[in-house]
């Protein structure tokens, strides 16, 4: 198999409500999907890049850049191309994992399409359906989180995460807690929104009984969070911190966290993905799938890797229509709180033309 070309297309889609994190507000996604053409198949891949670098470094302008002078004419070289060949063929390239990733993603579900296998079965998932989480960001008022909060439990959801900042922390939590009850599996994320500096501040939180903090300091504190791991009696687990299966074995050596929230797209791809979770799994880590807000295209091979063994929380794959009134795909339905793994070859779900066209901002085709 050897690469005829990529079309990048970048595509805009609102967000049914506003999402507040502690790095800023979204209210529309643009979004890059790349659609991988080769001598045998195609493929799809999506790019998880926000549209400014407040996540992380990475950015939609800045994966459109690296992948039209560096990434596809890396790959373009190679006379046999295949998933495992792409980390290789980009490594000398710094960084960029987001759009390595979907580059990945693209050529892996073009050669399962070929062999006739789905992601699940390629990445080694063990279930049909996986349990949903999903996040809930930062409102305007208690009363708003509670009603919101009730909203997603009434629709099934079995795990709720609210999003943390400084003055927005104990006093949420606690009142969903007392609204809600105990029996609720319930976590935060405060995306790197605090310092060493407030230990005793997070501590506050260990009466609620969450299952975990995630990411709250700067995610080169890798050291940081192991002495905050030492204060404070939730769990803490990494998101931000996670480049890597090597950066997650660190992680773990050093006490830092007991959980790993593993995002294809932050670690370069799904093949790497897999390899944080095998590491997690051989130190008896517990680790679940984030979300970056994935259309459909993304949301399938999510749900595909979280029917790995080691997931035994639940993810932020929530329904499409969470995010989306509607998607570039045939929607994901919640099931009794569960989502069903697509089974057909490749990431098992295919962009509805019309749809595509509706919300496609513009397209570039880069030829091999």
């Not at 204060?231 to 007991?258: F, H, R």
């Not at 990431?347 to 880069?366: F, H, K, N």
Request: glycine share 8%.
């Amino acid at each position: 198999m050897r690469l005829k070309g990529v079309e990048l297309r970048r595509i805009r889609i609102p967000l049914v409500a506003p999402l507040r994190t502690s790095f800023g507000t979204q209210s529309l996604r643009d979004i890059l999907l790349l659609r991988v053409v080769t001598t045998d198949a195609e493929g799809w891949g999506e790019c998880v890049a926000l549209q400014q670098p407040t996540y992380s470094s990475e950015y939609v302008d800045g994966a459109v850049d690296v992948l039209r002078r560096y990434l596809v004419p890396a790959l373009a070289r190679l006379d046999h191309l295949d998933a495992v060949a792409v980390a290789p063929a980009l490594e000398p390239f710094r960084g960029h994992r987001m759009a390595k990733g979907a580059l990945e993603m693209g050529v892996l579900d073009a050669e399962l399409r070929v062999a006739g296998r789905s992601f699940a079965r390629e990445l080694g998932a063990v279930r049909d359906r996986v349990p949903c989480g999903v996040s809930v960001g930062i409102m305007d008022s208690v009363p708003e989180l509670l009603d919101t909060v009730g909203g997603y439990l009434a629709d099934g959801y079995v795990r709720i995460k609210l999003k943390i900042q400084h003055g927005w922390d104990i006093e949420p939590v606690r009142a969903v807690r007392e609204r809600f009850g105990h029996d609720v599996l319930l976590q935060v994320d405060a995306n790197t929104a605090y310092t060493r500096a407030d230990a005793r501040h997070l501590a506050r939180l260990d009466p609620f009984d969450l299952l975990l903090i995630e990411q709250p300091l700067p995610e080169e504190d890798v050291l940081g969070h192991a002495d905050l791991a030492k204060a404070v009696a939730t769990p803490i687990c990494l998101d931000e911190s996670i480049v890597s299966a090597q950066a997650a074995a660190d992680a773990i050596a050093l006490g830092a966290c007991s959980i790993v929230n593993i995002k294809p797209g932050r670690v370069g791809g799904y093949l790497e993905a897999r390899r944080v979770h095998d590491v997690c799994v051989a130190h008896g880590v517990p680790v679940w799938c984030g979300g970056m807000l994935e259309t459909g295209i993304g949301r399938a091979a999510n749900v595909a890797l979280a029917a790995l063994p080691g997931f035994t929380l639940p993810g932020d794959t929530s329904a499409s229509d969470r995010y989306y009134a509607a998607d570039v795909t045939d929607p994901f339905l919640l099931d009794g709180g569960h989502l069903a793994v697509p089974t057909t070859p490749g990431i098992g779900v295919e962009p509805l033309p019309e749809r595509l066209e509706e919300v496609t901002a513009s397209t570039e085709w880069l030829p091999a």
